[in-house]
């Protein structure tokens, strides 16, 4: 029995059970990317009331994690051949895993009590979408030049606190920054928009 570290066809599968490590790792960071991506434009489409797609629901981690096995197993069989296939073709089929929940819809949901700084918005708004809130007052004044502070002061209740207060204003900010790149409203300057320039 010698060295088995000096047998061609173990320092072979050695290799490409090291490269696939390694593409494995990679595209576990790119799915936690994709995953995180997708989370943010699904709580966007939520607040705009539009359900996400089904047909995309993310897989588990340790369904994708499972899925290079089979590749490994095609390695064995041929060590001398590389796999025709990049590894990056089998996350899609990993979402056809039983382990995958099933697709939630978001009407299904019922209504959950406002939390963080939401439940200090101003009665007349409570129940409309944030983004058409804020449409609605630089509407109504089309001629005025708004501060980020005056759009939250027009939203929320002055009782709100500092830390609740920051979050309404980073998603207001956020929200006046989008209609400014769909040309909806205008940026006037940092931090001013405008209905009409």
Not at 63 to 86: G, Q
Not at 102 to 125: A, C, D, F, H, T
Request: aromatic share 4%.
């Amino acid at each position: 029995m010698g060295n088995k570290t000096s047998d061609p066809v173990l320092s072979k599968l050695l290799a490409a059970d090291s490269d696939l490590g390694e593409q494995e790792a990679k595209l576990v960071a790119q799915l936690n990317a994709i995953q995180t991506q997708r989370a943010s434009l699904q709580s966007v489409l939520e607040i705009f009331g539009a359900e996400p797609t089904a047909a995309a629901e993310p897989a588990t981690v340790k369904a994708v994690a499972a899925a290079p096995a089979p590749a490994a197993v095609a390695v064995v069989e041929a060590p001398a051949k590389k796999p025709a296939k990049p590894p990056s073709s089998q996350p899609p089929a990993a979402t056809k895993s039983k382990t995958a929940p099933p697709p939630r819809k978001v009407s299904s949901r019922p209504k959950l009590p406002r939390r963080g700084w939401q439940k200090y918005m101003r009665n007349e708004y409570s129940q409309t979408p944030l983004p058409n809130v804020v449409a609605g007052i630089l509407k109504a004044q089309p001629k005025k030049v708004f501060e980020i502070a005056e759009v939250v002061d027009t939203i929320v209740v002055k009782a709100i606190p500092h830390n609740d207060r920051k979050g309404a204003r980073n998603r207001i900010s956020n929200i006046l920054a989008e209609g400014a790149r769909k040309k909806d409203w205008y940026r006037l300057d940092s931090g001013c928009y405008s209905f009409s320039k």
